[in-house]
């Protein structure tokens, strides 16, 4: 599915100029299990930079990696009721700090709770992945919290419940 093309190949004169590293078919998934194809265009390594091709729509994301541009664009997607069907959105796959630097974000740690003292497998975020596999990113977060805590008991974190911030600063 990773096609490897030249973005003067392309037609569409709406997309962006710079030259396209990868196009990714991937499937988003709604509530009642309707998939539908979108496609990502990945900019080069030295770039933090995709679009997502959704019903002849493109948007252009840009961000510090290539993290940070899909979890915009599953942000996009989910305010309209769809998942991405993607390795990133797994409720288990998460990057380290020092994986995520070292790859531009674009691979990410499958973690398991008794991986026996195995090094977790890697996984390029934009690799497909089946619907029933992926969840929201506040599940995936919550997912991760709920991870950490069960590896370390003495060091846990808890999700922040933004409203009750809120609510202290005024009172």
């Not at 709604?30 to 493109?58: C, F, H, Q």
Request: glycine share 8%; net charge negative; proline share 6%.
């Amino acid at each position: 599915m990773d096609n490897r093309f030249d973005q003067d190949s392309y037609s569409d004169s709406s997309v962006s100029q710079p030259k396209w590293a990868e196009e990714v078919g991937l499937q988003t998934v709604d509530s009642d299990g309707l998939l539908r194809s979108v496609t990502v265009y990945i900019g080069p390594p030295s770039t933090a930079l995709i679009t997502l091709l959704d019903d002849g729509s493109l948007t252009e994301i840009s961000g510090s990696d290539y993290l940070d541009c899909l979890i915009q664009a599953r942000r996009q997607l989910e305010r309209d009721g769809r998942l991405l069907c993607c390795q990133g959105a797994r409720p288990d796959v998460h990057p380290s700090g020092q994986l995520r630097q070292f790859t531009n974000g674009r691979q990410a740690y499958v973690h398991f709770l008794d991986a026996g003292g195995e090094a977790p497998e890697t996984v390029d975020i934009f690799d497909p992945a089946p619907p029933e596999d992926v969840v929201s990113l506040d599940d995936q977060r919550a997912a991760i919290i709920r991870a950490w805590n069960t590896r370390h008991p003495g060091n846990q974190i808890w999700p922040i419940n933004q409203s009750r911030i809120v609510k202290a600063h005024r009172s």
